[in-house]
């Protein structure tokens, strides 16, 4: 009667630990896939920020570009007329 008793709770903590270990798989298999959502989430996102940053960048180097071209034409237009004011000073001094 003991031993049968015995033998029983033995069977009793089989089954609860193979529960115990199913129960362990399922909830890693849920963390699992939560981080891997998670993650994609992120991955998203952070292409999503680096796409604004490559725009940002682009927008940038157009102002830049912009900028350069005003400064060479308002160059240009000081030289040429800084040139033709010297010019017509030696035309007068002669």
């Not at 040429?80 to 002669?94: D, E, I, Q, V």
Request: charged share 30%; no cysteine; hydrophobic share 40%.
């Amino acid at each position: 009667m003991i031993k049968a008793e015995n033998d029983r709770l033995v069977n009793d903590i089989e089954k609860l630990k193979q529960q115990l270990r199913e129960e362990i798989a399922r909830t890693q298999a849920g963390v699992r896939g939560r981080l891997r959502e998670e993650t994609s989430g992120q991955d998203q996102k952070m292409k999503e920020v680096e796409y604004k940053i490559e725009q940002e960048i682009a927008g940038l180097r157009t102002a830049i570009q912009a900028s350069k071209a005003t400064t060479l034409q308002y160059l240009v237009g000081i030289v040429t007329g800084g040139a033709a004011l010297l010019m017509a000073y030696l035309r007068f001094r002669s």
